[in-house]
């Protein structure tokens, strides 16, 4: 579907249904940009299997682009999208187009403060949360979802959408779904198809400095400078430069100084050639590593 009215009425004539015992007739909204990879496709089963429509948006927002170019060159595939989509589990595709979801004369921006102004927000500037939070909040006032599936792999995005859906007092459950890599640990994005050979070999510096700092961390340091230098070493001995490496709270994403206590979050950011990758990890014990 591609407008907002065609969307509604086909949504509410879903709803009239009133869905199976199990899900009632809970719809689900995964956003996405679309050239999908098992990371949307996980999404897209976990909705499934929870509620009895899922609509999954395919929309490149020019809004939360900082970088023109990146904008022009994102992978787009809407055909396969809708195939992939369907086959996990999807009831609609929602692709509208840029005069659909921003007509002229639109002037509102959403914008959340404070969780927004490091690491992303610094580096890739205000317009890029506001482009993020905005287009979120029109796709949810536009399916009225009850529950909507986002990645830990965009760690921040989950805290902004988080605050809000509470700012703003939206019933929506907020469901957060691991990372998913490719079996040598990068982590899956739309934008990997645009490295080289080369470059996709270097771009395992990413998960290799997340595992060097879990492994400091496992192995009991506390110290940020610690934890952050060992994930520098490894991305400075692979010839990657990041952008940013933190330590953060993985709730209001202020920076965590001297001694780690209680969960932290490590991000980083790095350009491997012309792509710009992300990737995090959550400092905290396994269950399966707990002592008992
Ligand atoms: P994107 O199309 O990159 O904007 O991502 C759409 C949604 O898919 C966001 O909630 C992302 O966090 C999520 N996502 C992207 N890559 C992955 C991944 N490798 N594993 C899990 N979720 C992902």
Redesign the pocket.
Known sequence: MTTVADLRRHLAERRARGGSALTGSAVAL??????L????L??IRAAAAEADTVVVSVFVNPLQFDDQLDLARYPRDLDHDAELAAAAGAAVLFTPDVREMYPPGFATTISVAGVTDTLEGEHRGRAHFDGVTTVVAKLFAMVGPEMA??????AQ??AVIRRLVADLNLPILIKV?????EPDGL????RNVRLSIVERNRALALPAALAAARECWLAGRRDVGEIIGAAKKVLADRGVQPEYVALVDPHTFAPVWGDTAGVVLLALAAPVGQVRLIDNVLLQREPSERKA
């Open positions: 995964v956003p996405t940009m679309g050239a990879h098992e990371g949307h996980s999404l599936y986002f990645g830990q792999k965009d995005q989950v779904l691991p990372t998913i890599r982590a899956m994005s739309s």
